[in-house]
Antibody, heavy 121, light 109 residues
Framework: EVQVAESGGGLVQPGGSLRLSCAASGFTFNIYAMTWVRQAPGKGLEWVSTISASGVNAYYADSAKGRFTVSRDNSKNTLYLQMSGLRVDDSAVYHC??????????????WGQGTTVTVSS | SSELTQDPAVSVALGQTVRIVCQGDSLRTNYASWYQQRPGQAPVLVVYHENNRPPGIPDRFSGSRSGDTASLTITGPQAEDEADYYCFSRDISHDHHWVFGGGTKLTVL
């Protein structure tokens, strides 16, 4: 069964840090570009970061650049998101998702249920 | 523009046909993928690379593109198709960035 499961969310104070993990199984993890997508309460989906299948290339939304770091361990089929300098507006459900990227297309056919990050004092 | 614009809400009578549109400059040269999200659930890919369906997605879902607009058409929607739908494509204003549309809430009457 194809599955990804996020963990590591929780309550953190503004300025704090968290590390999210996403464990994958049931598909060839090392050919999938993996992405973090977040959704604030009552809001739409927001692209946060994508890492290439090899892990060599990583890309970030402006809202995440300089504060978040995405990485992956293909030997462990696991994706990570290290978040620092957290702000109240980073509060959201964070989903990991994955799929095959082409030059002009990216369909993410694997999604996790998400882990909740709450930034509050 | 880097944005993908969607109508906030659309309604359709059971069994009719509905088209959900997504507009943005990036769609002139890039394909959209479409995601269905039911309340409290994770998004599900329903169409990718303009008009391809993953296994298990009913053939009443189809995609198309014309100019700067991508469309998701549901032919004969069922009650279970009531959900939020998001388009997703490259953000051409930033190298290697991606962007979601604001989402369309589909109500099946």
């Amino acid at each position: 069964e194809v599955q990804v499961a996020e963990s590591g969310g929780g309550l953190v104070q503004p300025g704090g840090s968290l590390r999210l993990s996403c464990a994958a199984s049931g598909f060839t993890f090392n050919i999938y570009a993996m992405t973090w997508v977040r959704q604030a309460p009552g809001k739409g989906l927001e692209w946060v970061s994508t890492i290439s299948a090899s892990g060599v290339n990583a890309y970030y939304a402006d809202s995440a650049k300089g504060r978040f770091t995405v990485s992956r361990d293909n030997s462990k089929n696991t994706l990570y998101l290290q978040m620092s300098g957290l702000r109240v507006d980073d509060s959201a459900v964070y989903h990991c998702a994955g799929g095959v990227v082409t030059t002009n297309s990216y369909g993410m056919d694997v999604w996790g249920q998400g882990t909740t990050v709450t930034v509050s004092s | 523009s880097s944005e993908l614009t969607q109508d906030p809400a659309v309604s359709v009578a059971l069994g009719q046909t509905v088209r959900i549109v997504c507009q943005g400059d990036s769609l002139r040269t890039n394909y959209a993928s479409w995601y269905q999200q039911r309340p409290g659930q994770a998004p599900v890919l329903v169409v990718y690379h303009e008009n391809n369906r993953p296994p298990g997605i009913p053939d009443r879902f189809s995609g198309s593109r014309s100019g700067d607009t991508a469309s998701l058409t549901i032919t004969g929607p069922q009650a279970e198709d009531e959900a939020d739908y998001y388009c997703f494509s490259r953000d051409i204003s930033h190298d290697h960035h991606w962007v979601f549309g604001g989402g369309t809430k589909l109500t099946v009457l």
